[in-house]
């Protein structure tokens, strides 16, 4: 299998497991007069780092993240979480809502910066994320991979230390692709204030880049795994 330039170590570090920043036990949830979505879901996030979950169509993936982001209510199960979550959804126009990039980064500001901080805010998540000086430009001009973009730094820009990414470069270009794959790598690694990613992922390949990658089964979701140990089993059921 051939190896992505953004490609990880191949199995879990060992000193991503010593803190941890979300725990979730027990999680149980049912859309109305549909079967169960969650039973029983356990996940730990270590800490920092670009966590990947997998699984097939209805498996529960996004009613999950959907829960951590504060959108829906569990029936039972018990959430903590030492992160502030921000939710990154697949397709961006759901999300920017306002014309130009400046004012839709300002929706996500907190409410206690003052004007001169929010514009340092915006100017310095702008520039996080590849798009310095793009404060005044209309959103209808921007590419898809740089509307994703946007979207990361407002999560950015909202203070968040845990993003939930629900397939976010399913609708993008290869090219457009590899480059939210290497931004989310560079602003999980270890630095000064790391983040922590939990990314729904469908292309396996993408596998290859995370630090550890956990398969959704019927709304359970298994252990942490390296990536690259989950893509190749995942591959290899896909064509016995
Ligand atoms: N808005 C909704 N209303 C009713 N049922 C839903 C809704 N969203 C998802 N479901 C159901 O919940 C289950 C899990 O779906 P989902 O969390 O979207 O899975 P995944 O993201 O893994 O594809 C599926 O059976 C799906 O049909
Ligand atoms: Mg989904």
């Given at each position: 299998m051939r190896n992505q330039p953004w490609a990880a170590a191949a199995s879990v570090p060992a000193s991503a497991l010593t803190a941890e920043l979300l725990r979730v036990q027990g999680l149980a949830f049912a859309w109305p007069n549909d079967r169960a979505a969650l039973t029983n879901c356990n996940l730990q996030v270590p800490g920092h780092g670009l966590w990947m979950l997998v699984g097939g169509n209805g498996s529960?993936?996004?009613?999950?993240?959907?829960?951590l982001a504060g959108l829906l209510q569990p029936s039972s199960g018990q959430i903590d979480c030492r992160g502030r979550a921000?939710?990154?959804?697949?397709?961006?126009?759901?999300?920017?809502?306002?014309?130009?990039?400046?004012?839709?980064?300002?929706?996500?500001?907190?409410?206690?910066?003052?004007?001169?901080?929010?514009?340092?805010?915006?100017?310095?998540?702008?520039?996080?994320?590849?798009?310095?000086?793009?404060?005044?430009?209309?959103?209808?001009t921007l590419s898809g991979g740089q509307k994703q973009r946007l979207a990361i730094a407002g999560a950015l820009a909202s203070g968040a230390n845990l993003l939930l990414l629900d397939e976010p470069t399913a609708l993008l270009d290869p090219e457009s692709q590899s480059e939210i794959v290497e931004l989310l790598r560079r602003l999980t690694r270890p630095q000064e204030q790391p983040l922590a990613a939990l990314w729904v992922t469908h292309r396996l390949e993408e596998l290859q880049a995370c630090d550890g990658a956990a398969l959704m089964r019927?709304?359970?979701?298994?252990?942490?795994?390296?990536?690259r140990a989950l893509q190749q089993q995942l591959a290899a059921s896909v064509h016995r």
């Open positions: 529960g993936k996004s009613t999950l993240l959907r829960i921000a939710l990154v959804f697949q397709n961006p126009d759901h999300q920017l809502l306002l014309p130009s990039c400046g004012s839709d980064l300002q929706l996500w500001l907190p409410a206690e910066l003052s004007p001169a901080e929010g514009r340092e805010r915006m100017a310095q998540v702008l520039a996080e994320v590849g798009l310095s000086g793009m404060v005044d430009r209309p959103i209808h019927r709304g359970q979701l298994g252990r942490w795994q390296g990536g």
